[in-house]
């Protein structure tokens, strides 16, 4: 299943969050289910004193996207949505315990990804979707783990740690079911760093009309 939490380093309801989403992804700890996680960082806290360097405009829409499915009036943070199918404030252990194993009770398939390989600006990979299953296929290239020192806002003075922090976020057509090759370009920052930065790719199947998940698969990436 998918985890997915929408967060922001300019918002100082959100580390417990992210420190849930971080514990969730070392420790399962729902018996039963395997979460994939993604940390998806909004932009509309960056005019509040604070420019989260992971936020991104794409994240953001995704999130607006998810109001939408929801018939939330507005978004916020921090926002945890599981499968597409559930949000709850981010924070909420209970939900998010309750949540996945609701998810895990109807597991779902898997998507085909293959021929995973990276220079130093893109990543490739072929991916399938399940035969039967129609929607649009995205793919999110995430860092394992990302650490701040932020200066100002709400958060200042803290270090904050991250992990999945989605660095590309790529809605990738809804086609896949046949199998196709895609590529994806790292962001201009991430070129220029260090090639030991660990990333994940995370390809999932939305229904476009609810938004829920209908698979998903994760994979490491070697640079």
Known sequence: MLVELFTSEGCSDCPPADALLARLDSTQFV???????LSEHVTYWDRLGWRDPFSSDTVTER??????????????TPQMVVDGSAQFVGSDAVSLEKAIARAAASPKPEIQVEDIGS???TVHFSARAPAGLHGTLVAALAEDAATS?????????RTLHHVAVVRVLKAMGTDAAAGRSFTLKLPGEMRNASQSANLRLVVFLADRH????????EHPVTR
């Open 119 to 121: 220079t130093d600006d």
């Open 63 to 76: 999130q607006r996207q998810y109001a939408t499915h929801f018939g939330l009036s507005d978004v916020y």
């Open 149 to 157: 020192a932020v200066a100002r806002g709400e958060n200042a003075g």
């Open 210 to 217: 609810s938004g829920h998940i209908l698979a998903v698969a």
């Open 31 to 37: 018996p039963g289910a395997e979460a994939i996680v």
